[in-house]
Structures are given as structure tokens and as C-alpha cells.
């Protein structure tokens, strides 16, 4: 039931853009964004419920895709406050999260 | 408060002993979370609570955990005959909700360390 996120790992340059896809084995209610940066607690980016709506916090959005079982984050014009692993966490509509295994990402100047 | 507040920031414990951590959440969030991270991993999911309603707690990791919400406020996570593989960082979050507004804050975690 783990979501998968690709990729593990990505290296930018400042101002380049990222994607960041979760994907579910199993039928999604809703999917939970998150940023930790290292030795820091999660930072809540932002929640979306099925129904296929488009976020967007910053120059940060994200997309549900109902029928594909999966979210995308993307991170335009990256910046250098970007850097830190993203998590996803799907919920199916028993009230747990699980969360996927993180993308590292790290943006150089 | 300014934010979610977990203590204590750090604990450690031997083997066998009783630990509780606490977590109060920022005023008028009516939903909390815990979670733990272990050294390098990722986010696990133990427990939610919504109001004062009974949480699920089967994604509790074993029968030595267990999670109170007094007065829909303060959240107490007890471990019981902690063991080595409990050492981890325990997180609390608390959320808001108002409309299709939805905001979720982490407190600072509590380091937790069985010797």
C-alpha cells in the first residue's frame, strides 16, 4: 500500500523545474504534501481530495489524477530554499496516511 | 501558542523502561497526528485523532504503544517495555479545517533514544 515516488533523487540549478510523482496501488481519497529539510520537522505543503483538482502554494502546485491512482508536485523556477526531501502521504478514507519513501531533491546555485 | 509544542525534546531510556511524550497542539486545531521517523527513514503513521472522537489505533506498531487525547487538547503517546527499535523521532501534527481550507503544522519532535 506504500506509494511509490519517483524520482529518489534529483539535483537541480537554481531556476530549473521539478516533478515529482506519487503513485497508488489502490484507489486514493486524498494525498498529502510534505518538505523536510534535514534535521528539521516536516513542513505541511498542502492536501488534495480526490476529484482531480490542482493546488498551488508558492511556485509549488500539485495535481490528483483520480483515475491514474496517482499526484504530481512540481516546483517551478526552483529556488535554493527548495532543497529537502518531499514526501508523499495517500490517505484512503480510514484516516491513515502512508507515506511514501521520499524524493531527495537538492538545487545548486 | 505560536506553534505545536512536543515534549520532552530529547529522552533517553533504558530498555524495559516506561516512556510518555506529549504534545499540545496549537489552539483550535481539532485534529492531531503522531508519527515517527527513524534515523534516515521516512514518516510512519501511528495514530490520528479527530475531536473527541475514539481514534483507530491499529497503526500503532505493537500493543506496548498507546495514544490519549484529553478534553480534545493534549495528546499523551505512552510506550511501554520500551525496546532499541523504538528509538526514533517522535512527531505530532496538528490540522485545521474551514471550508476547503486545510492547514497542517509539526511540532519539533521528540528524540528518543532506548539505550
Known amino acids: 500500500q506504500q506509494p511509490v515516488q519517483s524520482p529518489q533523487a534529483v539535483i537541480l540549478r537554481e531556476g530549473e523545474d521539478a516533478v515529482i510523482n506519487c503513485s497508488s496501488s489502490?484507489?486514493?481519497?486524498?494525498v498529502h504534501w510534505y518538505r523536510q529539510k534535514h534535521g528539521e520537522a516536516p513542513v505541511f505543503l498542502m492536501i488534495?481530495?480526490?476529484?482531480?483538482e490542482q493546488k498551488g502554494h508558492e511556485k509549488i502546485s500539485a495535481s490528483f489524477n483520480e483515475k491514474k491512482q496517482q499526484s504530481s508536485l512540481y516546483l517551478t523556477a526552483s529556488q535554493l530554499s527548495y532543497s529537502g526531501t518531499y514526501f508523499c502521504?495517500?490517505?484512503?478514507?480510514?484516516?491513515?496516511?502512508?507515506f511514501g519513501k521520499g524524493t531527495r531533491l537538492h538545487i545548486l546555485p | 501558542g505560536a506553534g505545536v509544542s512536543q515534549s520532552p525534546s530529547n529522552k533517553v531510556t533504558e530498555k524495559g523502561k516506561d516512556v510518555e511524550l506529549r504534545c499540545d497542539p496549537i489552539?483550535?486545531?481539532?485534529?492531531l497526528y503522531w508519527y515517527r521517523q527513524s534515523l534516515g527513514q521516512g514518516l510512519e503513521f501511528l495514530i490520528y485523532?479527530?475531536?473527541?472522537?475514539?481514534?483507530?489505533k491499529s497503526g500503532l506498531p505493537s500493543d506496548r504503544f498507546s495514544a490519549e487525547r484529553t478534553g480534545g487538547s493534549v495528546s499523551t503517546l505512552t510506550i511501554q517495555r520500551t525496546q532499541q527499535e523504538d528509538s526514533a523521532v517522535y512527531l505530532c501534527?496538528?490540522?485545521?479545517?474551514?471550508?476547503?481550507?486545510?492547514?497542517?503544522?509539526f511540532g519539533p519532535g521528540t528524540r528518543l533514544t532506548v539505550t
Open positions: 489552539s483550535g486545531h481539532t485534529a
Open positions: 488534495l481530495l480526490k476529484g482531480g
Open positions: 489502490k484507489a486514493l481519497y486524498s
Open positions: 501534527a496538528s490540522s485545521f479545517t474551514s471550508g476547503r481550507n486545510y492547514e497542517q503544522y
Open positions: 502521504g495517500t490517505e484512503f478514507g480510514d484516516d491513515k496516511i502512508i
Open positions: 485523532f479527530q475531536g473527541n472522537s475514539a481514534p483507530d
